[in-house]
């Protein structure tokens, strides 16, 4: 395999994401300990979430490939940097083994297996409900972006429940609602940018359902939505007194993201403003991790 063709499995993978759902999971963890668990086992259950993750995006690009020659053309399969064959194999190969890696690693953990395995799988078959026919939630207009919602609360959860077992409260369900709003309010935003190639594709996508204009204040609600939320853990007493600025970061972060696009909004712009409002997401991921440690 030559360098140019190993780099486009790694864009394929895109392990900027996976990386989130490993951190995800690991502020999970940390969140229901209220402290730092065993290494090896936060370790562990990071990476069942990694490689949860990583099935997502080689059926997600073969099954897209078409519409990705408009929304996406720097993509590996438009491009032409993977084969449509070698992303089918890599496809395969992941949902043959990250089943098998999930069960053999959550059992040799000192974890709560059962619930941990359980959400992980879920998420498995979730990547292949986003993306695989018939079901096909990534052009079934809402469903699309509440899947999208679930990637980080899902190995949140995963996370928590290793630790807890199915014992939730409502703790991990707000910190996980914030994870939600964010991640789905910043996917409207880039379905507007990618509007006219799923139109053009047939999918009945929110922003070719709804318009631009409501779809936009469907994102700006969540975003709303989310500053509001953010305050309840610190008033709660859930976390530290680290979790008060961050957050505080994050508000500002993302209030003053929509306030710039509400004034001066185009379609060309869904896509930046989706990648800004990830950075928001991941300062959340890092605000709950470094509120969790007593200090």
Request: charged share 15%.
């Amino acid at each position: 395999m030559n360098k140019k063709k190993l780099i486009a499995y790694i864009r394929l993978e895109r392990p900027q994401f996976s990386i989130m759902s490993f951190l995800s999971a690991c502020a999970g963890m940390i969140a229901a300990y209220e402290g730092i668990p065993k290494i090896t086992s936060l370790v562990g259950v990071g990476l069942i979430f990694w490689f949860t993750h990583n099935t997502a995006h080689p059926i997600n690009d073969y099954f897209d490939r078409e519409i990705d020659r408009y929304a996406r053309p720097e993509a590996p399969i438009p491009s032409g940097d993977l084969s449509p064959e070698d992303a089918r194999k890599s496809a395969i190969l992941h949902y043959t083994v990250v089943p098998l890696l999930i069960i053999l690693i959550a059992t040799v953990l000192p974890v709560k297996a059962g619930p941990l395995i359980t959400v992980a799988l879920f998420g498995v078959v979730l990547t292949a409900l986003y993306s695989a026919p018939p079901i096909r939630l990534r052009r079934r207009g809402i469903l699309k972006d509440v899947a999208i919602g679930l990637v980080l609360p899902l190995p949140f959860f995963g996370g928590w429940t290793a630790i807890t077992g199915w014992s939730l409260g409502i703790k991990p369900i707000v910190v996980a609602l914030v994870y939600f709003l964010l991640s789905a309010g910043a996917q409207l935003l880039a379905d507007i940018h990618d509007m006219k190639g799923e139109k053009r594709a047939g999918w009945q996508t929110v922003p070719v359902k709804l318009g631009i204009k409501k779809t936009f204040y469907l994102s700006l609600s969540m975003g709303i939505l989310s500053v509001l939320i953010i305050p309840i853990p610190a008033l709660m007493g859930w976390f530290n007194r680290i979790y008060i600025p961050i957050g505080a970061v994050i508000m500002i972060l993302v209030i003053s993201l929509y306030v710039k696009s509400f004034t001066n909004f185009n379609p060309e712009m869904g896509r930046r403003l989706n990648e800004k409002l990830l950075i928001g997401t991941t300062l959340y991921v890092v605000a709950v991790i470094i509120g969790s440690v007593s200090l």
